[in-house]
């Protein structure tokens, strides 16, 4: 099932907080299990999302030409969708789970409102400490922000999982300083490390955009990556692109907040997946279950929180 695409895309439309809410209030009825906010980093749009969430918990009901307009932001808008009322409903009460699914470069202010709305976090930790982030990003204090960020999720017990893009010549300075920093900070987190990286544009050398100065990582990881990957840090080669743990991860945590932090709770039936569009809003639909690497050593599960 394919999600709306309201900002950021090729078909983008112009919206606001009630074509957000009716976008997550109609993939609920349709059964997708949570209602995922995707980046880059989509606290840009922060304000627009808060709003959104506020009416989904004030019993919300969009209007037919709301329905209308959110219809026509559908990817799969020509494929017709059963609507199960009573699978998005929780005691009687519109229920949605959110996930937070962007790069973490966000200021303590956004985490502190988040923290009331998001039931699942899903981090981008993608640069080491050195200065990769400011060469290939332009992101001053990343490593500081991202880490930080992060280590707030632990401190305040919150259900994530954290995803790792392997570059070509970044194993050593990105990749080992980002797995290393999990395993000391934050070793019960599941962690996806993830070997698509495709260049593209200014990394791509039959592109009219390609510049020399990002040479290094003008290529995809290639199997020598993968192997040097899978010595140093006990990860497979073939784990990599698939959803890996540096300990056993727990089971799959109930919904904690409604939507508008009501207390009610709901089972969520799906882990988070990562999705490629820069869209303000889309949705995470059922998936078959993803192999799991543990580390032998430390199979226990964790104490239920």
């Known amino acids: 099932m394919a999600a709306p695409c309201l900002l950021g895309s090729v078909r983008g439309r112009r919206g606001n907080p009630?074509?957000?809410?009716?976008?997550?209030?109609?993939?609920?009825?349709?059964?997708?299990?949570?209602?995922?906010?995707?980046?880059?980093?989509?606290?840009i749009h922060l304000h627009a999302i808060v709003d959104a969430i506020a009416l989904l918990g004030r019993d919300f009901t969009p209007t037919p030409a709301e329905l209308k307009r959110t219809r026509r932001t559908k990817a799969d808008r020509f494929l017709w969708f059963d609507e199960v009322p009573g699978a998005a409903t929780y005691e009687g009460k519109f229920n949605a789970p959110m996930l937070w699914n962007s790069n973490f470069f966000m200021t303590l202010e956004s985490m502190k409102i988040l923290r009331v709305l998001t039931d699942v976090w899903l981090p981008d930790f993608k640069f080491g400490p050195g200065r990769c982030a400011m060469t290939l990003a332009k992101t001053p204090w990343y490593w500081e922000t991202?880490?930080?960020?992060?280590?707030?999720?632990?401190?305040?017990?919150?259900?994530?999982?954290?995803?790792?893009?392997?570059?070509?010549?970044?194993?050593?300075?990105?990749?080992?300083?980002?797995?290393?920093?999990?395993?000391e900070r934050t070793p019960a987190a599941p962690v996806s490390v993830m070997a698509q990286f495709r260049p593209d544009n200014f990394c791509d050398p039959?592109?009219?955009?390609?510049?020399?100065?990002?040479?290094?990582?003008?290529?995809?990881?290639?199997?020598?990556?993968?192997?040097?990957?899978?010595?140093?840090?006990?990860?497979?080669?073939?784990?990599?692109?698939?959803?890996?743990?540096?300990?056993?991860?727990?089971?799959?945590?109930?919904?904690?907040?409604?939507?508008?932090?009501?207390a009610r709770r709901q089972p969520a039936q799906c882990r988070a997946s990562s999705a490629?569009?820069?869209?303000?809003?889309?949705?995470?639909?059922?998936?078959?279950?993803?192999?799991?690497?543990?580390?032998?050593?430390?199979?226990?599960?964790p104490a239920p929180r």
């Open 18 to 43: 009630r074509t957000l809410a009716a976008m997550a209030w109609t993939l609920r009825r349709e059964g997708c299990h949570n209602i995922n906010w995707v980046g880059g980093e989509v606290v």
């Open 146 to 183: 991202v880490t930080r960020n992060i280590a707030l999720l632990a401190d305040w017990g919150e259900d994530f999982s954290i995803r790792h893009l392997v570059m070509p010549n970044h194993v050593e300075c990105c990749t080992y300083p980002v797995l290393e920093w999990i395993a």
């Open 206 to 262: 039959a592109s009219a955009k390609y510049r020399d100065k990002y040479a290094e990582i003008a290529r995809p990881p290639t199997h020598g990556n993968a192997v040097e990957l899978g010595d140093r840090t006990g990860i497979g080669e073939a784990c990599l692109s698939r959803f890996v743990s540096l300990r056993a991860p727990p089971e799959t945590p109930p919904s904690r907040r409604h939507a508008g932090r009501a």
């Open 276 to 301: 490629p569009a820069r869209s303000a809003a889309s949705a995470t639909c059922p998936r078959p279950a993803t192999p799991v690497m543990q580390d032998p050593a430390q199979t226990a599960p």
